[in-house]
């Protein structure tokens, strides 16, 4: 591609994202009552699919759509998907794996929201309008909430599931259900990132990659779980057993 195209395709791509990118209002989760589904193993080998589908709205994370597609695994994790929250990294090994819009229309998924606000997460998703020249909607998370988190993380960044539960336990549900989050504690489950199964391989790949910290984020999250302590939270019985066990 010539320096002109590559320009133009820029152009273009600001253009697209001035008029498509918008911020996601937490009000359209007001009594709600939200299902958070990570990668984790402790998702699999439940038969909570159709417990899962009943939800107003079931949130995944990154490549979740290639799995529902598959349906694989409907009777552990259900069939719906609401809010895809992505990291817009399209990195098959490390990042959230294809925007395929296409896909995403396909499993009537009506929010995909990039989790990291400010120039960088708006940066990720320049980079998807100038590739696809799309006028697709995306959102970004109210730059608040990361504001408030990012100081607790030092040189690191919070992960996609992470930012997505962070978002979901400060916002004004009904009821809150979240599993398949083990803080990397046990492996993912089938299909997610294989690769990576291995607690040890996986513990090894993200101390080498130096942009997430698993031990942060589980004491983030605790904190979290005490200053919402008032709301209706439930989690699977995995991640119950790693907090009594911590």
């Not at 794996?97 to 960088?120: A, C, M, Q, R």
Request: proline share 4%.
């Amino acid at each position: 591609m010539t320096f002109i195209n590559k320009l133009g395709n820029a152009v273009i791509g600001l253009l697209l994202m001035s008029r498509n990118l918008k911020i996601f209002d937490s009000s359209v989760l007001t009594n709600k009552r939200i299902a958070v589904v990570g990668p984790a193993s402790s998702a699999y080998n439940t038969n909570n699919g159709k417990y899962i589908d009943g939800f107003d709205f079931i949130v995944r994370i990154n490549k979740a759509p290639d799995i529902i597609k598959s349906g694989r695994f409907q009777n552990d994790i259900g069939t719906r998907t609401d809010i895809l929250f992505h990291s817009f990294f399209e990195n098959e090994f490390s990042g959230g794996g294809p925007l395929n819009f296409n896909l995403f229309n396909e499993l009537e998924i009506k929010y995909v929201i990039n989790p990291i606000p400010g120039y960088f997460g708006r940066r990720t998703v320049f980079n998807f309008y100038k590739k696809y020249l799309k006028a697709q909607t995306t959102y970004l998370l109210p730059k608040k909430d990361y504001d408030e988190i990012k100081p607790k993380f030092g040189a690191f960044r919070p992960t996609t599931g992470f930012s997505a539960l962070q978002f979901l336990m400060n916002s004004n549900f009904k009821e809150l259900y979240i599993t398949g989050f083990t803080f990397f504690k046990t492996a993912y489950g089938d299909g997610y990132r294989d690769e990576l199964k291995d607690v040890k391989i996986n513990t090894n790949f993200i101390a080498s990659e130096k942009q997430h910290d698993p031990d942060i984020e589980f004491r983030e999250f605790k904190r979290l779980l005490q200053e919402n302590a008032y709301k209706n939270i439930r989690m699977d019985s995995e991640l119950v057993a790693i907090l009594n066990h911590d």
